[in-house]
Nanobody, 115 residues
Framework: QVQLVESGGGLVQAGGSLRLSCAASGSVVSILTMGWYRQASGRQRDLVATITRGGNTNYADSVKGRFTISRDNAKNTVYLQMNSLKPEDTGAYYC?????????WGQGTQVTVSS
């Protein structure tokens, strides 16, 4: 089992920045890919960004050039640096971790961007 704990959400004005962190514990050696997803109120959960153990990244088109995902394998932590935030970035941000057999999710952290 893998446990994920997110932190760093909050309220920010449009154009501002936030940095999310997600610390993994438990069977961390099994984790291959980590990532961030977001879910706006009344909508489905969508991919924001993912990063493999080797550092390969993938981003949603809507965040390319504004968000950066990074990973510290020694600390079992993944980060999401969010710059130039827009009101449409508002939502609950969930950390994910995937192994060969399972997908794990954090409890979510709220990001609210005011216009």
């Amino acid at each position: 089992q893998v446990q994920l704990v997110e932190s760093g959400g909050g309220l920010v004005q449009a154009g501002g920045s936030l940095r999310l962190s997600c610390a993994a514990s438990g069977s961390v050696v099994s984790i291959l890919t980590m990532g961030w997803y977001r879910q706006a109120s009344g909508r489905q959960r969508d991919l924001v960004a993912t990063i493999t153990r080797g550092g390969n990244t993938n981003y949603a088109d809507s965040v390319k050039g504004r968000f950066t995902i990074s990973r510290d394998n020694a600390k079992n932590t993944v980060y999401l640096q969010m710059n130039s935030l827009k009101p449409e970035d508002t939502g609950a941000y969930y950390c994910s971790a995937s192994s060969f057999l399972n997908d794990y999710w954090g409890q979510g952290t709220q990001v609210t961007v005011s216009s």
